[in-house]
């Protein structure tokens, strides 16, 4: 099964999608599970994980509603107010559906603070009762806060979003480098391969502006906790669905066929837990 482990979908609303700025008009549109099926299918996809897009939790309802209608979402990462006093009772709620696998808060758009709040650290601190994952969307410069947060969860699974965010534009190894080595020294912690063309020069990125910052990120978390995503449609204000999976498929493509496996689907499907249908 190959899976892609980040992929979005939405009704589009200037309010509530305001982060789309002008440069990404082409996304201004509404996102549906028939506009991607069959460029999935068409890569050679089996199945993608739909992962939250705005912070409501109407909205993780009703990506859970698409799940259930389209086979090919083999599970979803919604969002709940991780803050609140009843984290809980809302988890317990919305647990009841099988395909709710992870949770994720925009913290790239938070203080760094924001992560190692009591009220935070206590709604991830109920997520492993629940058996869910966390994706960790944040900028390089969040990573030294990310490290103190995963360090104290020695337990719970996290996955970094679009390798934290480097600057592939200008090439910046410095400073990311060695903050996501020190991340993936915590073996709970998992990188996926997704969202580096809306990190690199859109219009004029080559398959050599992404390889030292893979070289990295395969160093430091190994074979078995990386997995390949697209981050469609926001990729495509850069490149195509196929152009954007072909960055990872050509890095790897030196790989033992099992090493490929587990970053086209394996790992994805353990770490969020995906029943093979």
């Known amino acids: 099964m190959k899976i892609d482990s980040h ?4 009704l589009y609303n200037e309010q509530e999608y305001g982060w789309i700025s002008d440069d990404m008009e082409k996304i201004r549109k509404d996102i549906l599970p028939e506009h991607l099926e069959p460029i999935l299918m068409s890569h050679g996809y089996d199945g993608t994980i739909i992962v939250q897009a705005r912070q409501k939790i109407e909205e993780t309802y009703w990506i859970l509603e698409l799940a259930e209608k389209n086979a090919f979402i083999k599970g979803i990462v919604g969002w709940v107010e991780l803050c609140s006093p009843n984290v809980d009772e809302q988890l317990k709620v919305i647990t009841a559906n099988p395909l709710l696998k992870g949770i994720r808060h925009v913290l790239q758009d938070e203080e760094d603070s924001f992560m190692l709040h009591d009220s935070f ?33 020695p337990n719970q699974k996290f996955v970094v ?26 073996p709970n912690v998992y990188c996926k391969l997704s969202g580096m063309v809306t990190e690199a020069d859109w219009l004029h990125c080559k398959q050599k502006d992404f390889e030292p910052f893979l070289d990295v990120v395969i160093t430091a978390f190994g074979i078995d906790r990386v997995m390949i995503g697209s981050d469609w449609p926001v990729c495509t204000v850069s490149k195509s669905y196929s152009n954007v999976m072909n960055i990872v498929e050509t890095y790897i493509s030196s790989f033992s066929e099992l090493d490929q496996q587990k970053i086209l689907g394996t790992n994805c499907k353990v770490f969020y837990q995906i029943d093979e249908k």
């Open 7 to 10: 992929q979005h979908f939405w």
């Open 121 to 153: 650290l206590h709604g991830i601190g109920c997520l492993e009762k629940y058996n869910l994952t966390y994706d960790l969307l944040i900028s390089y410069k969040q990573l030294p806060a990310a490290i103190q947060l995963v360090e104290k969860f």
């Open 161 to 186: 979003d679009h390798i934290a965010k480097p600057d592939i534009k200008s090439a910046t190894l410095h400073g990311w480098k060695e903050n996501i080595e020190r991340l993936a020294m915590n």
